[in-house]
T-cell receptor, first 111, second 113 residues
Framework: KQEVTQIPAALSVPEGENLVLNCSFT??????LQWFRQDPGKGLTSLLL?????REQTSGRLNASLDKSSGRSTLYIAASQPGDSATYLC??????????FGPGTRLSVLP | DAMVIQNPRYQVTQFGKPVTLSCSQT?????MYWYQQKSSQAPKLLFH???????NEADTPDNFQSRRPNTSFCFLDIRSPGLGDAAMYLC????????????FGDGTRLSIL
């Protein structure tokens, strides 16, 4: 059964820093991986979707990479801002199982 | 804007009193999902519809039911809520086929008195 972990569970950085969030999954037989942002008390906002055939996707200050063979994805946030403070979740699309989510990384960007 | 809308945003019910949460979408997506998310935990898939075909996750409690009367609407019914059912309930949609991204509503936070 697919398991998804995210390290660290929480991260606090000063404004302007570049940072990396990690997502690991146990079964490399995935068809895609999606990164989401969740603000307190709100639903999930999709940030980036990487298909299994792709190695990375970029949107503005965000870059997500995927290494299926090692079961890892990273979300890189450049020049972090206080507005980036939120919980970031990754979800893997698993054949025959739909999406499996990680528990998230809670990010605080300090002004 | 096309979107996924959940009502109400906050719902309070009494222990054992049935409650219904609703979700509507203007994306015309074939697939609709219901997730349960407890504090600081990953969203947990309860069930999903592929068009009218209902797919229940193996560990979804029996007191959770769902209805999808048409493409646009989907309902989550909790027949006899217990204190452990207090959570955020998230609705999501996607186009058919694996590889399609999911689009989420803002969720309904359910409290049990």
């Amino acid at each position: 059964k697919q398991e998804v972990t995210q390290i660290p569970a929480a991260l606090s950085v000063p404004e302007g820093e570049n940072l990396v969030l990690n997502c690991s999954f146990t079964d490399s037989a995935i068809y895609n991986l999606q990164w989401f942002r969740q603000d307190p008390g709100k639903g999930l906002t999709s940030l980036l979707l990487i298909q299994s055939s792709q190695r990375e996707q970029t949107s503005g200050r965000l870059n997500a990479s995927l290494d299926k063979s090692s079961g890892r994805s990273t979300l890189y946030i450049a020049a972090s801002q206080p507005g980036d403070s939120a919980t970031y979740l990754c979800a893997v699309g698993v054949y025959g199982q739909n999406f499996v989510f990680g528990p998230g990384t809670r990010l605080s960007v300090l002004p | 804007d096309a979107m996924v809308i959940q009502n109400p945003r906050y719902q309070v019910t009494q222990f054992g009193k049935p409650v219904t949460l609703s979700c509507s979408q203007t994306l015309n997506h074939n697939v609709m999902y219901w997730y349960q998310q407890k504090s600081s935990q990953a969203p947990k898939l309860l069930f999903h519809y592929y068009d009218k075909d209902f797919n229940n996750e193996a560990d979804t409690p029996d007191n959770f039911q769902s209805r999808r009367p048409n493409t646009s609407f989907c309902f989550l019914d909790i027949r006899s809520p217990g204190l452990g059912d207090a959570a955020m309930y998230l609705c999501a949609t996607s186009r058919e086929g694996q590889g399609a991204p999911q689009h989420f509503g803002d969720g309904t936070r359910l409290s049990i008195l």
